[in-house]
Each structure stands twice: as structure tokens, then as C-alpha cells.
């Protein structure tokens, strides 16, 4: 029939426990949730499934591509995960057992690695990452000036870092954990941080003080509290929806590019892409457009650090049947950054495209607004590590192989975005 279903029903009823439960130290745990890897054919099959992860108690959607999703599934809902895998006739392989495991030894990794000095044997806390960051104004008074793009719903401020060496620098934005549980971001965000002041390699050197770099650690400070102290698998915004009991807003899906165009986003509060009642609804995604906005003729290149799939995305997301004007010139550029990456050691591999083109329509997220609405000509969402094997929940081991792996990408990528001419000047000194 053309499918397959790796684990027996009975198994669940095994496994049946209480699903995204609260244990003793308040934090939701996922115990026996498992995440399957779903192979599809047609655009009926992938709604079909699709529908599944409006129920947000039992499926949440990790990934989707343009022929597979990644399914997180409670012990309760895989009979009727199974039931629709028949319908659908599809194929599915589970690749995740069991979640909390994965959470539980990523809790314990951090714990043996905490200690008073920062650093990234460990995924830091939002207070941990910004007592860094004082630390650094404090140390580099010169080159290193912090800015606040400002305040979330609930009212935690939204910081960042500018490092320049000298005048008349190109700039590069970096925006990460604008979804909260992808924990890899901020890690190599501040990796990246530490590596443009204090690295004495000449390529390194060069990199750092050839651009002025505008870099926000954490956008989605909230929701990166939440995922320490509650709920390590949160996505979204923390502000309580009018028409809902859900909380929170995709804020990716949240900026006034196409909003809400093409399917591009979901109008289901409950949905894990739920685009918001309006673009800007977001107080933490109106505040990035402002402050980009006031200094975007200072910019000449946009990188949306997410995770996971290995991924650099260019716009357009809203659509595939269009590409902007320079689409061969972000397609050079992005293999610039993949052929880099996989000449490392690691082998690392990344696929590029446009957004709809390699995986969906998404509306309204940050590369489209970017080269859209601010005329930033280069702009891509990067997918770091992996593809599947630890998705969100990637060890800490990973964080530095996939740092120096982002420094390499982002160094090839630079030098052709200069070959090519896109880092001119956009303003007079």
C-alpha cells in the first residue's frame, strides 16, 4: 500500500502515560512523545497530515519540506496517527523514541557543565547571556557598543551588540532565537560574539574588522525564558491571544511582508505558525522592524539564525511561482556559504533555495521583510544542525562544531557578497 508504520499500536498502549505533564519542579515534561519522519507525494496527502498538528495537545509540527514532515506525537495521539497514516497512505519512520530523554540528557549535560565563567560547553540562560554581554561593553569600551531594539509583552528588554573596528564598514545583521526552543542560535550567536574580538587568526581578524556587525542573541526573550523554566519544545511569542486560550504568535510569520498571503501562515491561535490577529502584533517583532528600519541604509546583509534542517533560505517565502530580481546572485552566494561548510572537516552538508521553493510557503518572516520592505539585498534564514537525528534538542557538544562551521559559511559567504559588489556603501560618510 505504500506505507509504512514502525511502531505496533500496542506499543503505545505500553507507553501510555500522562502526555506533556508538569513534574515536580514545574517544568512540562515529554515523556514518550516520540517524533516521526512523514513522506508524502501529494498536497492532499500533506493537509491531511497538516491537520493533525492543529491539535496542539497531542502533534506538534518540528519540520516541514516540500515532500516530509517531522511530527512530534503524545503517547495518546498515535493511534490516531496511525489511523491517518493509513488514510493518507504514507510512509513514516519515527527517528525520536522518546523526547524527554533527549531533554533530560541535555538537562544534565548543562548542570555538569555550569560553572561562573560563560561559555559553550552549555546552552546559557537569557540573565546568563546578558550579564555576558555587560561584561563585554565593559571590556571592550572601544569596539563594542550595545543597543536595545526594546521591549517584549512582558517587558523584558531586547538587547544586542554592535562591533566595529573603523568607519565606513558594510554592515551584517544577525537575529537569532526569534523562535524560543531553538537553542543553537544564541549559542552560536555569542560564540560568533567572542570569536570577533578575541580570535588571532588572520581570516577571523580580517572578518571581524572588514564589517560592522549588529547581532541580537536572543529576539524572542520570552519565549526563550519560558523554554529554561517551563517548557523546553515552546516556539512561539508569550502573548495571550484575544480569541483563544492559546498563547502566543509565530513572530517569524509576524512582519508586514505578504503577511499572511498564499497559506504562508496559520490563523489558528493554537497553530505552531499562527501568523498573529496582525502583522506587528508582536511588540518584540515591531520593535526589530523599528530599530532595522532606522539604520537598514547602514545595512547590506540579513542572516536569520534558526533551527533545524542544514538549510540557507533566500526570499521569496510568500511564493514559488515568483524569485527576486538577484536570485542567481543569493543562489552563488548560498553555495559560497554550503561548499564551505562541507569543504570543513565536519562534511557538513547544507541545501539552498528560496524558501517556498525548498520547503513551503511562510509569510511574513524575517529574509522576506528584510529584502522586501528594508531593500537589504542579501538575506537568507539559515537551518543549522541537524536534520533530524536530535533536531531542536541538538547536544551541547554541537554547539562549537556548528559555530565554526556558521564562521566558515559566513566568511565564503561575505567574500562573494563583496566579489558580486553588494557590500557598497549604502549611505555617505
Known amino acids: 500500500m505504500g506505507y509504512t508504520f514502525t511502531l505496533l499500536l500496542a506499543l503505545a498502549l505500553l507507553h501510555i502515560a500522562r502526555g506533556a505533564s508538569v513534574g515536580q519542579d514545574s517544568r512540562i515534561r515529554y515523556d514518550n512523545y516520540s517524533v516521526y519522519k512523514i513522506k508524502y507525494e501529494s498536497l492532499g496527502q500533506r493537509n491531511l497530515l497538516r491537520q493533525l498538528a492543529e491539535d496542539r495537545n497531542n502533534f506538534r509540527l518540528w519540520h516541514e519540506a516540500k515532500d516530509e514532515l517531522h511530527l512530534m506525537i503524545s503517547p495518546y495521539g498515535l493511534p490516531e496517527f496511525q489511523a491517518e497514516v493509513l488514510k493518507a497512505n504514507v510512509s513514516a519512520e519515527i527517528f525520536i523514541p522518546n523526547v524527554q530523554e533527549l531533554i533530560d540528557v541535555e538537562t544534565d549535560e548543562n548542570s555538569r557543565a555550569s560553572s561562573d565563567d560563560f561559555g559553550w560547553k552549555k546552552y546559557n540562560s537569557l540573565a546568563e547571556i546578558e550579564a555576558w554581554?555587560?561584561?563585554?561593553?565593559?571590556?571592550?569600551?572601544?569596539?563594542?557598543?550595545?543597543?536595545?531594539?526594546?521591549?517584549?509583552?512582558?517587558?523584558?528588554?531586547?538587547?544586542?551588540?554592535?562591533?566595529?573596528?573603523?568607519?565606513?564598514?558594510?554592515?551584517?545583521?544577525?537575529?537569532?532565537?526569534?523562535?524560543?526552543?531553538?537553542?543553537?542560535?544564541?549559542?552560536?550567536?555569542?560564540?560568533?560574539?567572542?570569536?570577533?574580538?578575541?580570535?588571532?587568526?588572520?581570516?577571523?581578524?580580517?572578518?571581524?574588522?572588514?564589517?560592522?556587525?549588529?547581532?541580537?542573541?536572543?529576539?524572542?526573550?520570552?519565549?526563550?525564558?519560558?523554554?529554561?523554566?517551563?517548557?523546553?519544545?515552546?516556539?512561539?511569542?508569550?502573548?495571550?491571544?484575544?480569541?483563544?486560550?492559546?498563547?502566543?504568535?509565530?513572530?517569524?510569520?509576524?512582519?508586514?511582508?505578504?503577511?499572511?498571503?498564499?497559506?504562508?501562515?496559520?490563523?489558528?491561535?493554537?497553530?505552531?505558525?499562527?501568523?498573529?490577529?496582525?502583522?506587528?502584533?508582536?511588540?518584540?517583532i515591531q520593535a526589530?522592524?523599528?530599530?532595522?528600519?532606522?539604520?537598514?541604509?547602514?545595512?547590506?546583509?540579513?542572516?536569520?539564525?534558526?533551527?533545524?534542517?542544514?538549510?540557507?533560505?533566500?526570499?521569496?517565502?510568500?511564493?514559488?511561482?515568483?524569485?527576486?530580481?538577484?536570485?542567481?546572485?543569493?543562489?552563488?552566494?548560498?553555495?559560497?556559504?554550503?561548499?564551505?561548510?562541507?569543504?570543513?572537516?565536519?562534511?557538513?552538508?547544507?541545501?539552498?533555495?528560496?524558501?517556498?521553493?525548498?520547503?513551503?510557503?511562510?509569510?511574513?518572516?524575517?529574509n522576506d521583510w528584510a529584502y522586501n520592505e528594508q531593500g537589504i539585498e542579501i538575506s537568507y534564514t539559515i537551518e543549522f544542525r541537524d536534520t533530524g537525528r536530535y533536531g531542536f534538542i541538538l547536544p551541547p557538544a554541537h554547539i562549537v562544531p556548528n559555530a565554526e562551521e556558521a564562521l566558515i559559511g559566513i566568511t565564503a559567504l561575505l567574500d562573494k557578497c563583496k566579489t558580486l559588489g553588494y557590500l557598497e556603501l549604502k549611505y555617505n560618510l
Not at 516556539?235 to 497559506?263: F, L
Not at 546572485?329 to 562541507?342: F, T
Request: charged share 20%; glycine share 8%; net charge negative.
Open 133 to 284: 554581554l555587560d561584561d563585554i561593553l565593559a571590556r571592550y569600551p572601544v569596539i563594542t557598543e550595545g543597543f536595545v531594539l526594546g521591549t517584549s509583552y512582558e517587558g523584558r528588554t531586547i538587547r544586542g551588540l554592535k562591533i566595529s573596528y573603523k568607519s565606513g564598514n558594510p554592515g551584517v545583521f544577525i537575529e537569532s532565537n526569534i523562535h524560543a526552543r531553538e537553542w543553537i542560535t544564541s549559542a552560536t550567536a555569542t560564540w560568533l560574539i567572542n570569536q570577533f574580538l578575541t580570535s588571532e587568526d588572520p581570516l577571523v581578524r580580517t572578518l571581524a574588522e572588514s564589517h560592522d556587525w549588529y547581532i541580537v542573541p536572543v529576539l524572542n526573550v520570552d519565549g526563550f525564558v519560558y523554554t529554561h523554566e517551563k517548557d523546553r519544545m515552546w516556539r512561539k511569542t508569550r502573548q495571550p491571544s484575544e480569541i483563544s486560550a492559546c498563547v502566543g504568535v509565530d513572530p517569524n510569520r509576524n512582519y508586514d511582508s505578504h503577511w499572511m498571503e498564499n497559506g504562508g501562515a496559520s490563523s489558528n491561535p493554537c497553530a505552531e505558525d499562527y501568523g498573529g490577529p496582525h502583522a506587528f502584533s508582536e511588540p518584540e
Open 288 to 366: 526589530m522592524s523599528d530599530f532595522v528600519g532606522s539604520i537598514k541604509e547602514k545595512l547590506n546583509v540579513m542572516l536569520a539564525f534558526h533551527s533545524y534542517s542544514q538549510l540557507l533560505l533566500s526570499p521569496y517565502g510568500h511564493t514559488k511561482e515568483e524569485y527576486p530580481e538577484n536570485f542567481d546572485d543569493l543562489m552563488e552566494v548560498a553555495k559560497a556559504y554550503g561548499d564551505a561548510v562541507e569543504a570543513f572537516p565536519y562534511g557538513t552538508v547544507y541545501r539552498y533555495g528560496s524558501a517556498a521553493g525548498i520547503l513551503y510557503p511562510a509569510s511574513g518572516a524575517t
